[in-house]
C-alpha cells in the first residue's frame, strides 16, 4: 500500500507532502488544477523518463519520496529484494531525484539502484490504469499476451518458446542443405573434372619451395662443381695439409715425452684436426659422386612449377594448398553423393521438431481456453453492476495458419464484445462506444489483477464518457474493488467521487506571477461542497449542494 508521496520542485509543485489511507481515495480538482502532475511525479518513482524540464523553474534539483508498507511474505518483491541486495526491514522507501545537470539518482531504501531495478520493484507495488492505457487493450496484438498473463503459465509459455526455435532451427537447416545441394549439382561436372585434375597432378604440400630449390642448383650446377673441385685439390693436393699436420703433431710429442705429455691437449687437437679433414675429404667425394644433373630436368622442374600455379591461379588458393582444396572437392562430391540421404534426415528431424512443438502449442491452447472461460465469466458477472446486463465478453481463440505460427504457439486471440442481444461479437473499438467501452475496460482490469498480489491501483479518468447511473456502478465496483486493494481514483464524476472513502482536492493558485499546485485533504463538509461543484460547475447552487449529500449518502 501506498503509505505517503513527498514531492520537491516537479513542475508545478513546489512542496507536497500527502498521506494516504487503504480503502478508496479519490482525486479531483478542475482541469489544469494539476491531478496529472501529481501522477507523473508518482510515475518517477515507478520508472517513467526524467527530464531535466520537469524540475521547477527557478530551482535546480527535483525529488520524489514514496513510502509503501511492507509486503507480504508471499509476494514477489521479497525476491526481487534478496536478489539484489536490498534490506527490507518495515516499509519501502523509494527515492529519486534529479539535477539540472541531467545526474539523476534513484534509491530504495537508502540503497542506490539502477533503473531497471526501479522498475522492476515498482511494477510490483503500483499498477496504473490510465485512459489512454486502454489503447492497450484496443490492441488485439496484445491479446494473447494479456491472456497469458492472466492465465499465469510462464513455464509452458517458455517451453513453447524453445520448441518453437528449435523447430526454426530444425527448418532453417533443412533449407540450408537442400540449397548447397543445389548448388553443389550445379558445379558437380566441374567438380569431378577439377578432382581428376588435381588428382593426376598429386600436389605435394611444401613441393614449390623444394623444386624452386632443385631448380636453384642445377641453374648453378658448374659453379657448384668446381668450387667442390677447388675445395678437394686445396685438401689433398696443393699443399699436402695432411703431411704438415703430421709433421707438426711429431714435434709435439717429442715434447710431451721430455715433459711427461704436458701438451698433450695440442696433440689432440692437432691428431682431432687430422680425423676432421679426412672426414671433410670424404663428404666431398660423397657430395660430389651424388651430384646428377640430367640436362633434361630443369626443364621438367619448370613444367611442373607451371601446372602447380596454373592450378593454384584457376581454384585461387597457394600450390601449398591444393592438397587441402583437393580434400575439400572430393568431400563436397561425396555431399553430393550423400546429399539425398542427408536431406532425407535432416526432414526427418524437422518434422520430429515440429510435432513436438505443435503438442507444446496445442497444451499451451489447452490452458488459454481453459485462463479465456475463466476471464469471459468474471468479466461478465461484471457487467450487470456496471448497467451492461445486456452485453456479452468473450475471448476468441483461433488457430492461425501454420505459416503464423510463432513462438507464442499457434493461437490467435481476441477480446470481442457484443452490447446488445443477438447482436454479433465484434473488437472492442469497433462494437462498443465510449462509455460502454471504458465500463468493458474496468471489468477486465479489476479481474486482470485480481489474482495477482495485492498492489495500489491507480485509475486516471477511466470513468470518461460516461456518468448518471453508470458513473455511480463504475464508483461502486471501485469501491468494491477498494475492500481488497488500495484504490486511487482520479475523476471529473461526481457519481464516482460520491463513493470514496477519502477524498483529496487538487488545485492551483498563483502569486507574484508564480503558479503553484497544492493537495489537500477534504472534510466531509468540503467533500459536499467540491461534489457539489463537480455537479454544477463554477457557481455552485443549493440545488447542487443538496444533490452531492444525497450521492454521498446512495
Known sequence: MLESLSVRNFVL??????????GFTILSGETGAGKSILLGALGLVMGNRADVDLIRNGTDKLSVTATFSAPSSKS???TIAKENDI??????????????????????NDQPVSLKLLKEFASELVEIHGQFDNQGLLNQANHIGILDNYGNYPAKLEQVKNFYNQYKQAVNNRIKALQQLEHSRQEEDNLKAWVDELQKLKPVLGEEE?????????????????????????LTQEYDIFSSIRRAENAISRINNLLDNKYGEIADTLEQSIINLDESVRQIEDATAGLSYNANEADQIEQRLFALRSAARKHQVSIDDLPQKLQEMQEKLATIENGEDNLLELSKIEEKMRLQYLQSAKELSKLRHQAASKLDEKVMAELPPLKMEKATFITKIEELPESQWNSFGTDNVSFTVSTNPNSPQGPLNKIASGGELARFMLALKVNLAADKEQKTMIFDEVDAGIGGATAQAVGTRLRDLAEKEQVLVVTHSPQVAACGQSHFKVFKQTENNITTTYITLLSSKEREEEIARMLAGEKISDEARAAAKVLIKS
Open 13 to 22: 509543485i513546489e512542496k507536497l507532502d500527502v498521506d494516504f489511507t487503504s
Open 87 to 108: 534490506e527490507i526491514d518495515g516499509s519501502i522507501i523509494i527515492k529519486r531525484s534529479l539535477s539540472a545537470d541531467g545526474k539523476s539518482k534513484i534509491f530504495i
Open 76 to 78: 514477489n518483491i521479497n
Open 210 to 234: 623444394s623444386l624452386s630449390k632443385r631448380r636453384t642448383e642445377i641453374m648453378n650446377s658448374e659453379k657448384i662443381m668446381e668450387s667442390f673441385n677447388l675445395a678437394y685439390s686445396s
